[in-house]
Structure formats: C-alpha cells, structure tokens
C-alpha cells in the first residue's frame, strides 16, 4: 500500500474540477485522483493534462450511484489506506426556462447537489487521514441571505442542526413547493439557490462532527466562472475558479475550519448580509 498523499476531487474531467486537479498536479506533494462519473470523458481530460506534463490518476466515481461510491472508497482503502483532500466539486444546475414541473427540478437539484454531496462524505469520512481538508463546492448562492424567509433560515442556521435535520428541512421544501405554496413558506423558487445554502449548512454540520479529530471542513464560493455551468458567461476563468478552492486545500492556516470561503479567499459571515464584493 502506497504511504504517499492522497486528493481526490469529484466532478473533475471538466470545468473548474479539470482546473483544481491541474492546480494540485502542480502543487500538491502526492497522488492526486481525478474522478468523473463518465470513464471516457475522464480518460480524455487525463490526456489532455498528460500533454501539459501533468499526471493525475484516474477513477470512475459517480456521486449519485453508491456502487461507484463504495467501489471507490474501497479501492482507495486497499491502495493508498486513506484521503488527505477531498474536493467535493461536482455539481449541476437545469436552467430557466424550466422544461419540466418546477417540483421535478428540485427534486433533481437537490439530491444531485445535497444528497449525493452528503452521502458521499458519509462513505469516505472512515478514510479521511489526521489533518485532512474536505472542501465542499457551494456558491454564492449558497449565502444563507438566498433564502427568502427568515423563519427557514433561523431553521438552517440553528447552531446544533443534526444532518436528519437538514435533510428533513429539504423535504419540507420539496414538499412546498409540490403544494406551490414555497413563495408564501419563504422557500422563494430556485431550487439551485437551495441546494447550495444546504451544502454550506451541511458543512457546518460535518465540522462539528468532526470536532473531536483534526479533520477541516470547509465549503467555498469559486465565483463566477466560464465553464458550461453558466453557458459561458462567467467572469473568471476556471483555473482562476479553481484557486479558492486550492488555498483552502494547501494554503490556508490550520485554524480555517467549518468557514465558508469567498471567491477573494476571504472568509465571509453566512449568516449576515451578502457579501459586498
Ligand atoms: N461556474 C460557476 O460560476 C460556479 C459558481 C458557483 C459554484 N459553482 C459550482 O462549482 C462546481 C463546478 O462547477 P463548474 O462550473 O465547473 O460546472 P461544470 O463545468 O458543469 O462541471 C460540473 C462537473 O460535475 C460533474 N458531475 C455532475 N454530476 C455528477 C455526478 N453525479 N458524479 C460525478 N460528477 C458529476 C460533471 O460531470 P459530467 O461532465 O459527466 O456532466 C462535471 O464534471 C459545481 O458544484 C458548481 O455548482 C460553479
């Protein structure tokens, strides 16, 4: 069994994933996994980081499938015996307009980018090493000031939510918005914005789990990034989006933990008003 470091990121054969691995190719004191549901696309983003002279390895690994979870997280156990950093990149929004029932869009967002976030952690926390960084992909969306009511943000914030908690909180949102009463509860209507406010609270939650270990869990904001996630239209470039997450991956103090980190590397109150940046 392999005694070298070990990252991991999911989501990576494109985007601001494919930038956080070659980010690390070219920093990172060890082996660094690039993941993707989709063996052949990952093949393709391997060669093409190969032919930059840098040499990922790769593993199959999609987040919504517990097989491919667990077939990773065994191979990384009997290989490498544990994971230093694991970024949880992969995500996925549907665009307005909305060419199904808004009801089916947050049923789709929220387990692709809260469930399968969560469920992944669950599965690969046992292999989490002393000191190890877990960085959770949110957004600015994800500030909590995204939600519209304050009750269910009081609900997302309380200080000892349990993940049981927070998972039921995203079924009364489902459940609201299947009623079409979310606007009136305080959901507002974009499920995206929802299932990034859960990731940052999810964070939370881990970090506190995690008190008695040296574990840091953290969550970023990347920006607003040209990738096909926002058609194109984002301001930074990926490997620019990749740089938050690479600080807090290799660069921030110690002390950085449970904190949600802008784009700037700054670290912002999640409960206050958005950031002015
Ligand atoms: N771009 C921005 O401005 C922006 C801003 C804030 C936050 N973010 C977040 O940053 C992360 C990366 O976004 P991006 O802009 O780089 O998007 P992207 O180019 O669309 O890439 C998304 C990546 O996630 C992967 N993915 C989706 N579902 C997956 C699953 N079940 N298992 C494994 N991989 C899966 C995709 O794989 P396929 O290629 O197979 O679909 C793709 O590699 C996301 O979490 C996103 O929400 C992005």
């Known amino acids: 069994m392999s005694e070298q470091h070990v990252a991991v990121v999911t989501g990576a054969n ?115 090493r002393n000191d190890a960084r877990v960085i959770n992909t949110s957004s600015g969306f994800g500030h909590l000031s995204m939600v519209p009511g304050a009750k269910i943000r009081a609900a997302l914030s309380k200080p000892n939510l349990t993940v049981d908690e927070l998972t039921r909180l995203m079924d009364d949102f489902i459940r609201s918005i299947r009623s079409g009463n979310n606007i009136k509860d305080g959901w507002g209507d974009d499920p995206y914005k929802i299932s990034k406010v859960a990731i940052a609270a999810l964070t939370f939650i881990q970090q506190r789990e995690l008190i008695n270990t040296n574990v840091k869990v953290n969550c970023i904001n990347p920006g607003y990034v040209n990738t096909d996630m926002t058609r194109h239209m984002g301001v930074l470039t990926p490997d620019q989006g990749a740089e938050v997450a690479v600080y807090v991956a290799l660069d921030a103090p110690n002390s950085l933990k449970g904190s949600f980190v802008w784009a700037d590397k700054s670290v912002i109150d999640w409960t206050g008003p958005f950031p002015d940046k």
């Open 14 to 128: 494109k985007g601001i994933g494919f930038s956080i691995v070659k980010s690390l190719c070219h920093r990172f004191n060890g082996i660094v996994y690039l993941t993707a549901r989709n063996a052949s696309k990952g093949e393709m983003a391997i060669s093409e980081l190969n032919k930059l002279g840098y040499y990922p390895l790769f593993h199959q690994l999609d987040i919504s499938d517990e097989h491919s979870v667990k077939r990773f997280r065994d191979y990384i156990a009997a290989n490498h015996g544990g994971i230093d950093i694991l970024i949880n990149n992969a995500g996925f929004q549907i665009f307005r307009p909305y060419k199904e029932p808004l009801v089916d869009v947050a049923l789709k967002t929220i387990r692709a980018n809260y469930r399968n976030l969560r469920d992944t952690f669950k599965d690969l926390v046992p292999l989490l």
